[in-house]
């Protein structure tokens, strides 16, 4: 696969990584967990030189880090540049886990060792503060991140789902290499301005949920095609009025797979990677077929017709949450 680097001064990583949370929480919550098929994906996607894995803390919780760890165990962590979150708190009882943001310094700095010791690690490539805490200063939380650096538990801090605002509150402390936020052809929101002042600053940019949640794919048609205890069912974009609305977006992107020969994943993706150089989109997946599906996507040459056909696509119906 080809490479790129995390921003002007980050690790170099396949121009696509991978987002580890649904192995182990929020999609089809209803179906059993296959830990050995998701172990096998990740050391694939290593084969297949996508090297940026994503995992958190609250994703579980604890228990997809657990499996990165697992996966990476063996002597496959230095083939890996390891990313994981602090910054979201799992509280209340079974049934009713909620996560509520917890940027005190406090936290970070119990959570990088419990991370550390759930990964089997003595340091993660990159340790992003996974929201904001509006209780707590940014540069406080920030000044705990940096602190990890200083230790050698992380080489790089990154923020997610930042505003402009924020990312220049927290380099006033300590660089800032990546920014890791929701985007793809359905939501573009940080566009306008995050994504430009991360060019500028030569900050990495890290798509999640790059495929729309799997609606670009074209998998879904109704509502019904989401399986039960999915976290999906409960957004709005997802709701039959807003998915026969929406349902033309997916159209457009099957339409543009179908004219230059690759799959509707594979555009989606190969839009976001000529963002720029610094956009690592990380979809996630946890079966062999559709990970060999997206790193095609880093072959794929889109036109400037292509390009500009998807990017004249409508806002969809809906919010995000």
Known sequence: MRTTTMGSKG??????????MGMSFAYDMAAPRDDETSVSVIRQALDLGITLLDTADVYGPY???????RALSGGHRER??????????????????????????????????ESLRRLGTDHVDLYQLHRVDPDVPVEE????????VAAGKARH?????????????????????SVQSEMSLWTREWMTDVLPYCQEQGI?????????????????????????DDFRRRLSRFQQEALRVNLAIAGKVREIAERTGATPAQVALAWLIA?????????GTKTPKYLADNAGSADIELSTEDLAELDALPTPQGGRY
């Open 63 to 69: 228990i997809n880090e657990e499996l990165v760890g």
């Open 157 to 177: 801090i990154g923020l997610s789902e930042a505003t402009v605002d924020q990312i220049k509150r927290a380099q006033s402390v300590h660089p800032v290499t």
């Open 275 to 283: 963002q720029g150089p610094y956009v690592v989109p990380i979809p």
């Open 204 to 228: 990495a940019f890290l798509p999640f949920s790059p495929l729309g949640k799997g609606f670009l794919t074209g998998r879904f048609t109704s509502f019904d095609d989401l399986p039960e």
């Open 80 to 113: 890996a540049v390891l990313a994981t979150k602090v910054g979201l708190a799992s509280v209340g009882g079974p049934g009713e886990v909620r996560t509520v943001p917890n940027g005190r310094p406090e936290h970070v700095r119990t959570s990088i060792d």
């Open 141 to 148: 939380t920030w000044g705990a991140m940096a602190e990890t």
């Open 11 to 20: 690790p170099e990583v396949g121009v696509l990584g991978l987002g580890c």
